[in-house]
């Protein structure tokens, strides 16, 4: 191998090279506690029209923290205090609310088809699934192409779980009814769910595309 067979660039992983196994579970331990907290407001304010940004204030996160291929030069001097912490997706807001809606829509599922039993046929429930994890997937994928700075990627993958997304939503609107009033809050919850992940994609593809034109 030579070295025109070596990746070419600045890029120097994001990792922190001291780290080990432990430092690394231990990191997203903290993580997913940050998902945690996101949904434990969103869980709070879910009856509120602008629930979405309630639950990004209380993170502490601004407007700009949702957009795309921000520089380190444009942190906030608050965060200086995390500047021995390597840098990863896991801690961009948008990465966040995908994995916490996520999980809400699968708690929620599972309750209703708990409450529903056989009235939820088993490939519908399985397609279902799948259209959730697919939306969460685009979005991850999506998160990190804007991270490396190339938005029209993260645009192709936002589109994708926007698909995803959408079909979701047809398949929960198609549950038999009996189903879905076996366990309405659940019913509703999984809609008003995938609606504010939907809002989140539109307003990266939209960031993207402003972002994009600046450039």
């Not at 429930?125 to 697919?134: E, T």
Request: hydrophobic content about 45%; overall charge negative; some cysteine.
């Amino acid at each position: 191998m030579d070295d025109g067979d070596q990746p070419q660039g600045d890029f120097d992983g994001s990792g922190n090279a001291s780290w080990g196994e432990a430092d690394w579970a231990g990191y997203l331990h903290r993580n997913d506690l940050e998902v945690g907290r996101f949904l434990s407001y969103y869980a709070e304010v879910k009856n509120l029209p602008d629930r979405l940004d309630v639950s990004a204030r209380r993170m502490g996160w601004e407007n700009a923290d949702w957009a795309p291929g921000d520089s380190p030069d444009e942190a906030d001097d608050a965060d200086e205090e995390a500047a021995d912490l390597p840098y990863c997706i896991h801690q961009h807001p948008v990465y966040v609310v995908a994995r916490a809606l996520s999980l809400q829509l699968v708690q929620c599922f599972r309750r209703l088809c708990a409450d529903a039993g056989p009235q939820v046929p088993a490939l519908v429930a399985a397609d279902v699934m799948r259209a959730f994890w697919d939306a969460e997937h685009q979005m991850v994928m999506a998160i990190n192409a804007t991270d490396t700075g190339d938005l029209p990627l993260a645009l192709v993958h936002m589109k994708r779980a926007l698909g995803a997304i959408n079909y979701a939503i047809g398949l929960s609107a198609g549950l038999p009814a009996a189903a879905r009033l076996s366990s309405a809050e659940a019913a509703q919850d999984i809609e008003s769910t995938l609606f504010d992940l939907r809002e989140v994609c539109l307003r990266v593809m939209a960031d993207c595309r402003w972002d994009g034109n600046k450039r």
